[in-house]
């Protein structure tokens, strides 16, 4: 199982955020350098920002494709750009960003629902301690004052 961190989360929801505003921009029906403007001005995460405009540039001044433009990308996942390969194939790149972001916010919501239950599991614990401990110190002084007698 691998384990959940608040930056592996922190990605997926960069990732989700970046598949939803290209996916509602492009569909929407405008110019591929107006939507990658758009998702870089929606998603926080400096890097994913800082590789979308340059992807921009890429495809303005170079003819790239999109998944060129992110084919050496640091932040974006595999999936991600073989989801856009596969769009921009197939001519369904609004379709396999849906996809995209459907598969994302479900990985999201399993990761953060495991976090919850880890959160609950911990919680029951450290009650279970406390009242534990309570228990042996009340019984430590009744059997201290019984036996001092």
Same mark, same amino acid.
């Given at each position: ?8 989360? /922190? ?17 929407? =029906?405008?110019?591929? $350098? ?14 994913? *920002? ?10 303005? !001044?170079? =003819?790239?494709?999109? /998944? ?28 396999? #960003? /849906? *996809? ?5 916010? /479900?990985?999201?919501?399993? !990761?953060?629902? =495991?976090?919850?239950?880890?959160? !609950?599991?911990?919680?029951? #614990? ?18 201290? $004052?019984?036996?001092?007698?």
């Amino acid at each position: 199982m691998v384990s959940v961190t608040p930056v592996l989360l /922190e990605r997926k929801i960069d990732l989700y955020r970046f598949s939803m505003l290209l996916n509602i921009s492009i569909s929407s =029906g405008l110019g591929i $350098s107006e939507s990658l403007n758009i998702t870089a001005s929606g998603v926080p995460n400096f890097l994913l *920002k800082k590789e979308i405009f340059k992807a921009r540039y890429m495809i303005e !001044k170079r =003819g790239m494709t999109l /998944e060129q433009a992110f084919a050496g990308s640091k932040v974006l996942s595999t999936l991600t750009r073989r989801m856009i390969l596969s769009g921009e194939v197939s001519g369904t790149i609004v379709t396999q #960003l /849906e *996809k995209l972001a459907a598969y994302t916010f /479900e990985d999201i919501t399993g !990761k953060v629902n =495991g976090l919850v239950r880890t959160v !609950k599991i911990l919680s029951y #614990l450290i009650a279970s301690i406390f009242i534990i401990s309570r228990i042996f110190m009340l019984s430590s002084s009744i059997l201290g $004052s019984i036996y001092s007698h």
